[in-house]
């Protein structure tokens, strides 16, 4: 399998999130890469541009990405740039002019900071996910795209839970557009990637499938419920499966039959894997029970369906473990 990454996604490295009311380390570190890239070594992505982005996220928020750090130390602030003021009743646009009050406006928590090389990695991040569907374009039948900072909380005008541009959002639409679809995502990250049902929820051309922690007790709270099944022309494209703190892997392994049963009667014939790692037991800011050598069964399981693999990475804080994990889901597509 052709794995993806560049060493510019190593530049993100904000200090510090605030979380359950206090300030805490960021989980999202570069070290996260570090582990992976010692078990799956990657050959460098390909820059194409900023047009595919675009395709997904608004012109305004990417320009706001690409400024806010200058923008928060022009208006004397130092630090890492962080929002502290969020509507909550309709986000409209407005002529904003104070930094704080952009960061609110583009973003739904306060545990994804913008430090001096966010937008680099972010960039790099999604170029990897398009240079990971480039070799599979050429004929390649999996891929790995080393996507970090990851991107499935990432809406088309918003960032949140470490994400910044929805990476697997950028690579499906791009799938689309080549003609390679129809075009499921199934999203496996511990936390439901609300930010690619946001994108996806309107749009009957792309299924959106995900297995999560009960947004009733874990994060992000707002989206993820099972009744959520997409709006308008996209309605009945989008699959939410949410489960209990401590799944293990015989309750994961049935929910993900139910999830591979809807996407092969959808039809579909090219999938985005959003792969989170963070399902581990061993993982700090999670609460599933899947060991190591589950990894692999997760990853032939979907390979049951038959159909090329785009796999993204998102989520996963247990440093140590991490890289084996990947490298095990991985095995399974072999």
Not at 155 to 162: I, K
Not at 186 to 204: M, S
Not at 225 to 233: L, N, T
Not at 265 to 273: C, N, R, S
Request: with cysteine; proline share 6%.
């Amino acid at each position: 399998m052709r794995v993806f990454c560049d060493n510019r996604q190593l530049l993100h490295a904000p200090q510090r999130e605030l979380h359950n009311g206090d300030w805490a380390p960021h989980a999202e570190s570069p070290d996260r890469l570090a582990s992976i890239l010692d078990q799956c070594p990657a050959e460098p992505a390909q820059d194409f541009g900023i047009a595919p982005i675009l395709a997904v996220h608004d012109p305004a928020y990417v320009e706001f990405l690409r400024d806010a750090f200058t923008q928060w130390h022009t208006a004397g602030r130092s630090g890492d740039a962080l929002g502290y003021a969020f509507p909550i009743v309709g986000r409209r646009r407005l002529a904003l002019d104070r930094i704080e009050a952009r960061l609110g406006h583009y973003a739904f928590d306060a545990s994804t900071p913008i430090a001096a090389g966010t937008w680099q990695s972010a960039y790099w991040s999604a170029q990897s996910a398009l240079s990971a569907l480039q070799a599979m374009e050429q004929g390649v039948r999996h891929s790995f795209a080393l996507c970090r900072p990851p991107g499935h909380h990432a809406g088309r005008d918003y960032m949140g839970g470490y994400c910044y541009l929805n990476n697997a959002a950028i690579a499906a639409r791009r799938a689309t557009d080549l003609g390679l679809g129809p075009v499921a995502i199934l999203d496996v990250d511990y936390h439901h990637g609300n930010g690619t049902q946001d994108i996806f929820a309107g749009d009957p051309a792309v299924f959106f499938a995900s297995l999560h922690a009960d947004p009733v007790t874990d994060y992000p709270f707002f989206w993820g419920h099972a009744d959520e099944r997409g709006e308008g022309d996209g309605e009945g494209a989008t699959l939410n499966l949410p489960l209990p703190q401590g799944t293990k892997w015989s309750g994961y392994s049935t929910a993900l039959d139910h999830a591979l049963g809807a996407i092969s009667q959808w039809g579909a014939k090219f999938l985005v894997v959003s792969l989170g790692a963070d399902t581990f037991i061993g993982d700090p800011i999670s609460h599933f029970d899947l060991v190591t050598e589950d990894y692999r069964k997760l990853s032939a399981q979907i390979a049951t369906l038959g159909l090329p693999a785009l796999i993204v990475m998102e989520g996963g804080y247990a440093v140590d473990d991490l890289g084996r994990n990947v490298l095990e889901f991985l095995a399974g597509f072999d």
